[in-house]
């Protein structure tokens, strides 16, 4: 982007954020919405919703399953603060959904994925990124329509959105409660979508910067 589009994506974002800490279209999420830092960047990372951590501190992939996820982008050049200035962070739902009965945290409803899922349209629209990375399967999903991580983790798809053509290289979840990036497959095709990540030159670009 020129220095003058940058300016006014920063502006529309700060705007967007400023609506989107004030949603309560949720009545069984725990707010405020979390929003990562408001950076004109054409990289997008999509997580799946935030914890009570992540409440609390007002920032995306504030503990354990972002200290994981901070140590991949690290062996592929960003530590966690420089990934936080230079990557837009999102998410299906920003608010947290509660903790699910039988254990961990309740998986967002559909109607809630729908009302949040706005905001998430409205960042591909006014960042218009070249490269998105959904972690965890439910952020998949909004892009590509899969049953297991093994079927879209390991590979980069080339999408339309919104009349715009995107790289999407998507990656597992680093929760604490999943060992599906620590057994194989799944620890083969993690290195291999970092590779993919690592050698995608807006990637490049922003390691470079």
Not at 15 to 31: K, W
Not at 72 to 92: D, H, K, N
């Amino acid at each position: 982007m020129h220095n003058a589009d940058v300016a006014a994506s920063l502006s529309a974002i700060k705007r967007h954020q400023t609506l989107l800490r004030q949603c309560t279209r949720c009545p069984d999420m725990t707010g405020p919405a979390v929003t990562g830092n408001p950076i004109a960047s054409t990289v997008m990372l999509i997580g799946q919703a935030p914890g009570p951590r992540e409440i609390d501190l007002c920032k995306p992939f504030a503990w354990t399953a972002g200290k994981t996820l901070f140590g991949w982008f690290a062996q592929i050049g960003l530590e966690e603060s420089e990934f936080r200035s230079r990557v837009y962070m999102t998410a299906v739902c920003r608010c947290f959904p509660g903790k699910n009965p039988r254990g961990g945290d309740r998986p967002p409803s559909r109607e809630e994925v729908s009302n949040c899922g706005r905001w998430l349209q409205s960042e591909l629209r006014l960042l218009q990124p070249q490269l998105v990375l959904p972690v965890g399967k439910l952020a998949i999903q909004q892009f590509i329509p899969v049953a297991r991580l093994q079927e879209a983790v390991g590979t980069q798809q080339r999408l339309t959105l919104q009349a715009r053509t995107v790289d999407v290289i998507p990656l597992p979840h680093p929760s604490g409660a999943s060992t599906w990036h620590r057994m194989e497959p799944g620890k083969s095709l993690l290195q291999e979508a970092l590779r993919l990540v690592a050698a995608h030159p807006v990637w490049q670009a922003l390691v470079r910067d």
